[in-house]
């Protein structure tokens, strides 16, 4: 490809940033959790020159050398790891590239493979009559991977209804070990739209693989109410994983002025409270949106949150972008730990936990100061994707031992 640039670059390895957590997450007091010693790592560029990309996925094997990678402006892209290559993927959806909008997140089947080779998409798009109207979108197409390029696309969901705003569209894709799929959608920049269930805004979506709704989806029979929806009272959420060793779903959440969020979706149906149940604040005045989520009855907790004073350095806030959980024996002593990407404040995170319960937060790749958009692991490595006009596919090892 002309535009990306392929090579490998060893940067230094970094010392973590390692911070024990102030009593303000949710019922999480680890301040007196000591950190454990520095674990070093090493990072490469393995490929240069994305256009704010925004999700990756890999394939499993035969062909777990490939990965795909969206850039927000539209295209898709085929990965090499192995050749540290790219090639652009023909045949995808026309996406509308507005605002935070454009070709969003990527997923595979699960049961990825021959006559299933399915790849999932979300995406802006504008209504089909009203150009300047724009709703969030899932598609799935088989790829053909001979041709480099997708086939007999079908689009199984919109997040209706159409809107001129061009912000919080979600939108990430995760599938559960039932091979049901997870979408999020954003609430538009309409708070109180979180909370209306005849809306797919701010909701968490679930479908099966071919787009049906769920029999057991908690409204699936309710008039009035949209059929897709699993949770609602979100945000914008960006974040998504399957917790391998308890198949829960984990998802982060975009407060406003902190009011950040780790959730749990465990409880279908479940409101998780924006606007009404928030430690969110006005931009404007630094005012109260809502109550505490504690002082709702009726709304989910998160498991951990972000609020002034959360942080010993004075950081506002973890503004989040993708999740995953750390699998593999390249770094040992951190299987099942949370990792996710950090957007204002440039670093990748990487949270301990028990459970539930965070109990230690290390900031990574800080020295590099790039917005992190995905993050996901393969083979023991971590891959982080940077949202930058020209930015890179990164990989994080152990660092080589000294002499």
């Known amino acids: 490809m002309s535009d990306l640039h392929c090579f490998r670059i060893l940067l230094p390895a970094l ?69 540290e290559s790219a090639t652009a993927i023909a045949g995808g959806p026309e996406v509308a590239a507005v605002g935070q909008g454009g070709l969003l997140d990527v997923a595979v089947y699960p049961d990825f493979g021959p006559g299933q080779k399915w790849v999932y998409l979300s995406y802006s798009a504008a209504h089909p009559e009203n150009h300047q109207q724009y709703a969030t979108h899932v598609a799935r197409a088989r790829l053909n991977l001979a041709e480099g390029r997708l086939e007999e696309k079908e689009v199984l969901l919109v997040a209706t209804p159409f809107s001129p705003s061009i912000a919080h569209f979600g939108s990430r894709l995760a599938f559960d070990d039932q091979w049901r799929l997870y979408i999020t959608s954003g609430d538009r920049g309409e708070r109180d739209a979180a909370q209306a269930l005849d809306s797919g ?23 009035g109410i949209t059929a897709a929806v699993f949770t609602y009272g979100h945000r914008n959420a960006q974040g998504m994983a399957l917790e391998p060793s308890t198949g829960l779903m984990w998802q982060n959440e975009h407060g406003e002025r902190n009011g950040d969020e780790i959730n749990i979706l465990d409880q279908p149906g479940g409101n998780h409270g924006w606007p009404i149940a928030t430690w969110s604040r006005e931009y404007h005045n630094d005012e109260p949106i809502g109550v505490e989520p504690p002082a709702h009855p009726d709304t989910v907790d998160p498991i951990h949150y972000w609020v002034d004073g959360h942080y010993p350095d004075g950081q506002q806030g973890f503004p989040p972008s993708g999740l995953a959980f750390y699998q593999g024996e390249a770094f040992a002593d951190w299987q099942g730990q949370l990792l996710m990407g950090n957007l204002a404040h440039r670093y990748l995170g990487r949270f301990e936990r028990h459970g539930r319960e965070i109990t230690a937060e290390h900031r990574m790749l800080t020295e590099l100061g790039y917005r992190i958009r995905d993050v996901a692991v393969h083979q023991g490595a971590i891959y982080v994707l940077v949202d930058e006009a020209s930015g890179p596919l990164l990989r994080v090892t152990p660092a080589d031992p000294p002499g």
């Open 15 to 83: 010392v973590l940033v390692s911070l024990s957590l102030a009593g303000c997450q949710g019922g999480n007091d680890a301040s007196d959790t000591p950190d454990p010693e520095p674990v070093g790592y090493q990072t490469e560029v393995v490929i240069d020159g994305f256009q704010h990309a925004w999700g990756i996925a890999f394939l499993p094997s035969p062909n777990d050398d490939l990965a795909l990678v969206t850039e927000r402006p539209g295209q898709l892209h085929l990965v090499n790891l192995e050749t």
């Open 201 to 223: 805004w701010g909701k968490t979506l679930r479908i099966e693989r071919d787009g049906r709704i769920p029999a057991d989806n908690p409204f699936a029979d309710e008039p």
